[in-house]
């Protein structure tokens, strides 16, 4: 009588979910953490790089999928966009960051880094040295969340350049990606980076007579963000990487419609979904003999 085959060993029942880049594409983040939660997968260490580290945040502190969904659906992200020459030239960025500041923390409710009980892990870019930093409860317990937050996002030119101690930071997603794939939780779970990736283009950005500089930088900015979500992925990266694609969604997308919020949203939850498994194959054990 031939034996019954034994069942499969089941995949891995958590990961390190880093949430990377998007810019203002935040609501893709959110499906990813959706369909995370959907999928009965864990975590214990999250990981934020750029626009990915406001989801990431808002994740660690306790705000759930709904809340998050509501949150993004309502904000106008233009207001966190600023077109100052003045502030350009004596700090480095348009926008000023203060505004983006003080809504993040109040969102976070003050928190520091001692304070979550999930392991948040938030990535910015040193460009005096050329390296990232990474900001969590062991390398700045004392340190607001909100702020290593706005030091991840700070896109060179449309936010300032961000002092802290010996750093001058700048957005996390300016540094080599292979460089986030490090075991972050110390025990070999698996590490899974969700990223955005705009193949079709930008939609056209209208100028104005008034302060064209003020565009002219903001179009270049959203060009190299755009071109550094297509960089070419090596093949170990690309085992560990889920990619969604946005439909012609820049990162500097600061006038996104409900219906295009939405359309993020189901593509991030829709992707994990379908290649997530796939993606962790690889880690299930071998049947037993």
Not at 134 to 140: A, R, S, Y
Not at 168 to 175: E, F, H, T
Request: aromatic fraction near 8%.
């Amino acid at each position: 009588m031939q034996e019954a085959p034994l069942p499969s060993p089941p995949l891995p029942s958590h990961i390190v979910p880093v949430l990377a880049g998007g810019g203002t594409r935040l609501p893709a983040h959110v499906g990813v953490m959706a369909a995370l939660e959907d999928m009965g997968m864990g975590y214990r260490h999250l990981v934020g790089v750029s626009g990915g580290s406001v989801v990431a945040s808002l994740a660690a502190v306790g705000h759930g999928v709904e809340h998050m969904k509501a949150l993004f659906r309502d904000v106008d992200f233009n207001q966190f966009r600023g077109m100052s020459l003045t502030n350009l030239l004596l700090h480095g960025g348009l926008s000023t960051g203060r505004r983006f500041l003080g809504w993040m923390d109040g969102e976070l409710d003050g928190r520091r880094f001692r304070d979550l009980d999930v392991d948040l892990h938030v990535v910015a870019t040193d460009v005096r040295a050329g390296k990232p930093v990474i900001f969590d409860k062991t390398t700045h317990p004392d340190l607001e969340v909100a702020r290593a937050v706005m030091y991840s996002i700070s896109i060179p030119l449309v936010f300032p350049f961000h002092h802290h101690g010996d750093y001058i930071l700048v957005d996390g997603s300016i540094l080599a990606e292979d460089s986030l794939f490090r075991d972050w939780a110390g025990d070999g779970t698996p590490v899974m980076c969700f990223r955005m990736r705009d193949d079709k283009g930008a939609m056209s950005h209208p100028s104005r007579r008034v302060l064209p500089v003020a565009d002219y930088m903001f179009m270049l900015m959203r060009t190299f963000m755009t071109t550094l979500s297509r960089e070419h992925l090596t093949e170990t990266l690309w085992h560990n990487t889920v990619v969604i694609r946005t439909d012609g969604l820049s990162p500097l997308e600061f006038h996104m419609t409900p219906e295009q919020k939405t359309r993020l949203f189901q593509a991030g939850y829709d992707t994990t979904r379908q290649y997530l498994p796939r993606k962790l194959e690889k880690y299930r054990p071998a049947p037993a003999a």
